[in-house]
């Protein structure tokens, strides 16, 4: 079409300026069918059948297909429109961009059209997230937010898009939820930091060298961007957090976890009150065991309840598989939350940095 163009019949400027403009494709076209559609346009782009190719869309097949430099996003925030160019916010050396780059795929570009953004580490938090904020009373879905696993902690490629510090970023309010895992190694060795429990944390400063993950922004310290983790005493991942909050809710026990039955006595000495020895006994003997008992033995600053927590939510971690277990325990909390009101409910705590992060994004 513009190719041919008349310029009787489009203007005498229509050889000199010409635009493609199409306006939401997605409506008429199937995902498999828009990456057609794009390929089509760039061939013509390429061959200078086209000059300037303007689409507008909301289809995250769409620009996962696309250069991050092709890409302009409109933002609208309290009647106030902003724009955002995300090809010009990375830094010189262009290692964030190509991560990005590479990682927005159909399902991950949904940062680039929800108003708020969660960012996670792990399959776990994306697949439970969203009912943990209904147990607060607020749907991810009604306030526009997206829960993105970017798959570790590679959170500070992605706050390049939305540092508002900063020039042509996206205006959107942006948590990082990232675990304390906490870590030592000997001071006598060249080892690496390896994981250790809340309770071993600190034990020993005489032997051991001790680090936890570091928040890159606490709350507060940055506009529209905020990190949140559990507790620097008790807190380790988000599987941890869920017992120390919840140490005697068996129903966070899922069929496809290891040791369930070990576990479910575990909780029902702490709801019976019972002392610390009487944990220690239940235990099956093993290696890990044996060092979860002594790191809580050897433990002076924590008080018998904390040790008691503490030796529920190590065995709870020692025994779930991620990915399954998140699957299930969705599951399980959605059904619970439809029996509130009645016999059947039983009582489920929010860790309190998901809490707390659920408020600021919505406050």
Not at 44 to 52: L, T
Request: contains cysteine; proline residues 3%; neutral net charge.
């Amino acid at each position: 079409m513009q190719v041919n163009a008349d310029g009787g019949y489009l203007g005498s400027n229509a050889k000199v300026f010409p635009i493609l403009a199409i306006e939401e494709p997605e409506a008429h076209l199937h995902p498999a069918m828009q990456y057609q559609f794009l390929k089509f346009l760039k061939k013509n782009k390429i061959d200078k059948k086209v000059r300037q190719i303007f689409v507008t869309s909301h289809s995250t097949h769409i620009t996962s297909s696309v250069a991050l430099d092709e890409i302009i996003c409109l933002h609208n925030e309290g009647g106030t429109t902003s724009i955002g160019y995300p090809g010009k916010v990375f830094p010189t050396d262009e290692n964030s961009k190509k991560y990005v780059q590479r990682f927005l795929d159909a399902t991950k570009s949904d940062m680039l059209f929800a108003q708020k953004i969660i960012l996670v580490e792990g399959l776990a938090e994306q697949l439970l997230l969203s009912v943990f904020a209904e147990y607060e009373g607020v749907s991810l879905e009604e306030n526009h937010i997206a829960v993105i696993n970017v798959g570790g902690r590679y959170f500070n490629h992605f706050l390049h898009l939305f540092d508002t510090e900063k020039a042509n970023t996206l205006n959107k309010r942006i948590v990082c939820l990232t675990d304390q895992d906490p870590e030592r190694k000997k001071k006598s060795s060249n080892t690496n930091f390896k994981k250790c429990y809340p309770f071993e944390y600190d034990a020993n400063t005489e032997e051991y060298e001790y680090k936890r993950n570091i928040l890159l922004y606490q709350p507060g310290t940055h506009p529209n961007i905020a990190f949140f983790s559990q507790d620097k005493v008790e807190g380790k991942t988000l599987e941890y957090d869920l017992i120390i909050v919840n140490p005697s809710l068996e129903i966070l026990v899922t069929d496809s976890m290891k040791n369930q039955d070990e576990i479910k006595s575990l909780m029902r000495l702490y709801t019976d009150g019972k002392p610390q020895t009487d944990y220690e006994s239940i235990l099956r003997k093993s290696d890990e065991n044996k060092r979860i008992i002594e790191g809580i033995n050897q433990n002076t600053s924590w008080n018998e309840k904390q040790k008691c927590r503490g030796l529920i939510a190590s065995r709870y971690l020692n025994s779930v598989g991620k990915g399954e277990n998140a699957l299930e325990l969705a599951y399980i909390l959605d059904e619970n939350l439809q029996n509130k009101g009645t016999d059947k409910y039983k009582k489920f705590i929010v860790p309190d940095y998901i809490k707390e992060a659920i408020a600021w994004l919505c406050k």
